[in-house]
């Protein structure tokens, strides 16, 4: 991309990556700039940008509604097991990896760290052969090699990488001991898939099956255009008779917790506890279903007891620490609210249903 504007105010430039497309660039998290085109040598101060200059970039983050796409020059290559960032030098290993294999795995991984990138260790790592560690590293790192190579020779709006297609990085990045099966019935992407996991996944190319019953579509079977509009309402309904309330605006997302036509024996505040801990897994549910990201304020039903609060603040952290995008329960408020923040990644539901024009700038892409 190329650097169009300079605005020292807040610290970053608009990066022009095609057609006039323009991204927002932080000079705060970007402490080691690629710039391709030549300048004078007397001019080739560190982390000096000028307008003008030529940066290789990744989209970080995708156009979401009034703002434009994030780049990076920290540039990120994921694998099923790890992930090369040249953010960060260091290795990092999942959370979700406990011990003793997560110091195991920091061990192994410390001999392929470079002087120009890192490595984070997925959650998948865990129960990985070394082997298919080690071969997925060399090839990390042939392909961030070769990325430079490639960069120096194009021309500025090149689009140098791109990311898997989504249904293929869901497949990629799915836990594996939890994938049971994989369902397709479009051929081509049957096809695609066949052919990702035989070069990538050998292990799980036998939970592939294309689904030939042209009696009942795969959607019927699944019920998907109910599930789609049922994931798009603002009202959701809870086994117990109580319902949320979500509604998704430009600064944040609120979703209320009510009583409803609870029918439950329970009386009183035992009654408001049980709805609040149904609340809560559901809550979790459709966060990810509806990918809903920012800040997300939840107002519970009131509770009388500090003890009952922090028992809603674990579950609610237990349930969070279940979604692939990094999820933080903050705290919950003198008034009973707890606030969340979930990073903002891709579009949500709503926008992505609403979205007009299929090609867009996706997260991952490198200009």
Request: hydrophobic residues 35%; contains cysteine; glycine residues 6%.
């Amino acid at each position: 991309g190329k650097v169009k504007n300079i605005v020292q105010n807040i610290r970053a430039a608009f990066v022009e990556i095609e057609n006039g497309q323009m991204c927002y660039y932080s000079f705060e998290d970007n402490k080691n700039p690629v710039i391709l085109n030549k300048r004078p040598e007397k001019d080739t101060e560190k982390n000096n940008i000028k307008i003008g200059d030529e940066l290789l970039v990744q989209v970080s983050k995708e156009a979401m509604k009034t703002k434009e796409p994030m780049v990076t020059s920290n540039i990120n290559l994921p694998g099923k097991y790890v992930v090369l960032t040249t953010g960060n030098k260091q290795i990092g290993i999942s959370s979700k990896i406990k011990e003793p294999a997560k110091s195991e795995l920091k061990a192994f991984m410390e001999a392929y760290r470079s002087e120009n990138y890192g490595f984070v260790v997925r959650t998948n790592a865990a129960d990985a052969d070394k082997e298919q560690i080690k071969e997925e590293v060399r090839q990390l790192s042939l392909g961030y090699e070769k990325l430079l190579t490639v960069a120096s020779h194009r021309t500025c709006f090149s689009l140098l990488f791109q990311s898997l297609p989504s249904f293929l990085k869901k497949i990629r990045d799915v836990y594996s001991g939890g994938l049971e099966e994989i369902i397709s019935d479009d051929r081509e992407a049957y096809d695609q898939i066949k052919a990702f996991l035989e070069e990538n996944q050998w292990e799980a190319a036998h939970k592939l099956r294309f689904y030939e019953d042209s009696s009942y579509s795969l959607a019927k079977l699944y019920n998907l255009e109910t599930q789609i509009k049922e994931g798009l309402k603002d009202k959701v309904w809870l086994k117990s008779g109580g319902f949320l309330i979500i509604q998704q605006a430009e600064a944040c997302s609120v979703i209320d917790v009510n009583s409803g036509k609870f029918t439950g024996k329970k009386k009183g505040s035992q009654a408001f506890f049980h709805i609040n801990r149904e609340a809560a897994g559901e809550i979790a549910r459709q966060i990810r279903l509806r990918n809903i990201s920012g800040i997300i304020l939840i107002d519970f039903i009131d509770m009388e007891t500090d003890k009952e609060k922090s028992q809603l603040l674990a579950m609610m952290n237990e349930y969070v620490g279940r979604d692939p995008i990094q999820t933080t329960v903050i705290d919950m408020t003198a008034l009973q609210i707890m606030e969340i923040t979930r990073k903002k990644v891709r579009r949500t539901l709503k926008e992505e249903l609403a979205a007009s024009c299929p090609v867009c700038h996706g997260a991952g892409y490198i200009y």
